[in-house]
Nanobody
């Protein structure tokens, strides 16, 4: 089955940068959209960004201009580059995959596979 392995979560100061990684099973690399979601304590899981297999990207309004999602075909890895981070970005970040063809939305109900999550804490 498709597996997602996340890493990169850490403690970072406000205004700083962090890069999250999501390694995708190579056999599914060309067929799935990969998204990043986050969940803060007591809140619903929300979409952050997504990228389709052909490289089309989508961002939540709260992270536009600060976060960048990308794909590295050499390592079958999807990255989330987080710049100018804010305390409100603190959450567990999850990598997820959707099998809907040609789609890059952020509706979490349409994602079928999920990573284990990685903690991002923004604090001074």
């Amino acid at each position: 089955q498709l597996q997602l392995v996340e890493s990169g979560g850490d403690l970072v100061q406000p205004g700083g940068s962090l890069r999250l990684s999501c390694v995708v099973s190579r056999f599914y690399w060309n067929d799935y959209t990969v998204g990043w979601f986050r969940q803060a304590p007591g809140k619903e899981r929300e979409g952050v960004s997504s990228i389709s297999s052909d490289g089309r990207t989508n961002y939540a309004d709260s992270v536009k201009g600060r976060f960048t999602i990308s794909r590295d075909s050499a390592d079958y890895t999807v990255y989330l580059q987080m710049n100018s981070v804010e305390p409100e970005d603190t959450a567990v970040y999850y990598c997820a995959a959707s099998q809907i063809r040609g789609w890059n939305g952020l509706n979490r109900r349409l994602y079928d596979y999920w990573g284990q999550g990685t903690q991002v804490t923004v604090s001074s």
